[in-house]
């Protein structure tokens, strides 16, 4: 019962997306980014994040909004337990999104380096 509530509610997230939470996705969607499968509101272990990547190299971005605040000790533990399971945890505050969108990619980018690159899809999804 508690697995089919995340799946609802995640589901809801998705539709419900917020402004920064859009335009990552916008740049992570339909491997665009770096050749690299992202899914987004997905249920990992009892928790939504915001984006992930299975495999191969297993790592999960969050953006952060304001109703992040005064919720770090149980954002740090969250993270450090999705962490034990094998992912990397990268936060982004909304600000981070907004206004500094290439650094914000520059800092995914990271942990993707080595990965084979696919060819990238116009916004039509046509080979570029």
Known sequence: MRDQLLLERAKRMRREQTAPEQRLWLELRAKRFAGAKFRRQV????YIVDFARRTPRMLIVEVDGDTHAGREHYDAARSAELERRGYKVMRFTNDDVRGNMDGVLTRIASPLEGLPL???????????
């Open 43 to 46: 249920v990992i272990d009892g």
């Open 118 to 128: 696919s060819p990238a899809l116009s916004p039509d999804g046509e080979r570029a």
